[in-house]
DNA sequence: CAAGTATTTAGTTAAATGCCTAATTAAGCA
DNA sequence: TGCTTAATTAGGCATTTAACTAAATACTTG
């Protein structure tokens, strides 16, 4: 279970358009690390990316993105492997799936303690 | 449906704890606020709280919790209606319901997807 | 080991954020 | 019409954030 402090951090993450659009970018990118399409080197998920493929995709310089998916980690949204000299990036869809159930559990709490006040 | 400028609010709104207690508060208070407590002047829900009810539960300046809220509500994920001279303050289920469900589109559609690649 | 590739760290700067107090608006009541 | 209550707006200040460039680290390869 997330702690309160964690969702906060996720939400902090998220609350960043740049950071979002990261986001968006590792998670429905859809390409490998283009450093690796003609010769790949390391066996990744084929939605793994890396810092630089995903930083050709904005127009900020390399090291903001770097600092920019650091908090994503951090928040635990995203994961990052070193495999070789390169940073393999993925969605932690335990992370995401968890914030979904969260908001889930509390529409439902709701809904439940409406419908106790409410009854007849 | 939440555009992704919505979502980019609704994540900053969130990823301050102050703001995040006060949503906290907003949700689950569970009190009238606490002003018509001895005599109430005006008939609302049973959750519904106001500006210096939820101000008390904190060590805020009340201008300070007053900012907050507004942006919660820009966020769409609380409502504030004026009635007399207070304001009523209560979640936004819709809001909450589909911030829920985006998530949970989103972890399937990444399942269906994985499942797709990996299929025989 | 030198050169190249991938990424992070350090240090700087401008803008945004979060807080405060004082003043203002709005509504209800004696 | 003034007095009180509820909330917002305005203005100021300290801290944090998000960006940059330059330098450092880590790993690979000739």
Chains 1, 2 share one sequence.
Request: proline share 3%.
């Amino acid at each position: 279970m997330l702690d309160m402090q964690q969702k906060i951090k996720i939400f902090k993450a998220l609350g960043n358009e740049t950071r979002f659009l990261i986001f968006k970018n590792v998670f429905t990118g859809g390409y490998t690390c283009s450093l690796d399409k003609k010769d790949p080197k390391v066996k990744v998920s084929p939605h793994a990316t890396c810092v630089s493929t995903i930083a050709e995709h904005f127009d900020f310089a390399l090291p903001t993105i770097s600092k920019h998916l650091k908090e994503l980690r951090e928040a635990g949204i995203i994961t990052m492997e070193k495999k070789s000299n390169k940073i393999y990036i993925e969605p932690n869809m335990e992370t995401i799936r968890e914030l979904g159930s969260c908001f889930n559990t509390l529409v439902e709490n709701f809904d439940a303690n409406r419908e106790l006040f409410f009854k007849a």
